[in-house]
């Protein structure tokens, strides 16, 4: 029994780690041409979404990304989440127009409501591809996690636009990216310096720009993570709380115990 305060001190500890490296969720990622290590708005325990930055990254998805991308799990609505107000999300869904039939059937257009999902930019994966090249632009609900480097990788692959090098032997209608695998992408650059004018005054560089649209991706992928972040402390804070009083208690337990 002498080994009783060692284990469950331990236990509690590596249970607070864990939990610890679970709500933080950092994907480790290991290859030869890494991408730069961003520093996010969002990530660590403590980390919130900038929401002046995702509304920026939205205006991003809007202008440029959502011609070729959809976004299929995301709702007009999940806008009021960074900050935009519901007159404001009513108006974009109007504008953006939605297939429909008539009372008699004939294939009509509607205008969107904020509980539509948004809108895609092609009716079917062959119409994509005929538009891209024979490229199919993947959905970016959850692109920052479906890819290994997350947040980083995306940022990476927004920036990663360079000639290739002398002797790489590029196939027509490919890109060179020093970050996609492979390094031959069907994405022509979307983002260069001052692809969008920005209402609020913030820099336009291409690597601003590129922050955005990722912090924006990020939210989508992930509505609730500030949540879990405020769930990950209190669970790290009771665990510790657990940790001192099971301490307590065996102390008192053993106090009249005598060896
Ligand atoms: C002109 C169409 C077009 C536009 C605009 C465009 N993309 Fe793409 N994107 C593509 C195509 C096509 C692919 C598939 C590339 C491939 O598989 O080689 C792709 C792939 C990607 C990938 C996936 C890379 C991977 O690992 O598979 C990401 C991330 C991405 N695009 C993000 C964006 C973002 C963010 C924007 C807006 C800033 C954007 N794209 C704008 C066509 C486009």
Request: aromatic share 10%; hydrophobic share 40%; charged share 20%.
């Amino acid at each position: 029994m002498r080994t009783l305060r060692p284990t469950l001190i331990g236990a509690a500890l590596l249970g607070a780690a864990l939990l610890g490296a679970v709500v933080t969720a950092a994907p480790a990622r290991a290859q030869e041409e890494t991408e730069p290590s961003v520093n996010w708005s969002f990530s660590g325990l403590f980390g919130t979404f900038d929401r002046a930055a995702a509304q920026r990254g939205f205006q991003i998805y809007n202008q440029v990304c959502s011609n070729c991308h959809s976004l299929r799990q995301a709702y007009y609505r999940d806008l009021i989440g960074i900050g935009l107000s519901a007159q404001q999300v009513k108006d974009l869904a109007a504008s953006k127009r939605f297939p429909a039939l008539t009372e008699d059937g004939q294939p009509t257009d509607r205008p969107g409501l904020p509980s539509d999902h948004f809108r895609d930019p092609f009716p079917n994966e062959l119409a994509a591809r005929a538009a891209n090249g024979g490229g199919l632009p993947p959905d970016l609900s959850v692109i920052v996690k479906a890819r290994e480097g997350g947040p980083d990788y995306v940022y990476g692959i927004l920036t990663g636009f360079i000639d290739a090098p002398a002797g790489f032997k590029l196939m027509p209608g490919l890109n060179y990216n020093k970050y996609f695998p492979g390094h031959q992408i069907a994405m022509p650059q979307p983002l260069r310096d001052a692809t969008v004018t920005y209402i609020d005054g913030t820099s336009n560089a291409l690597d601003q720009e590129a922050r955005d649209v990722v912090t924006f991706l990020t939210y989508i992928a992930n509505p609730e993570l500030e949540e879990r972040h405020r769930m990950g402390v209190k669970v790290v804070l009771f665990l510790l709380f657990l940790t001192g009083l099971s301490y307590a208690v065996k102390r008192k337990l053993w106090a009249n115990v005598h060896h």
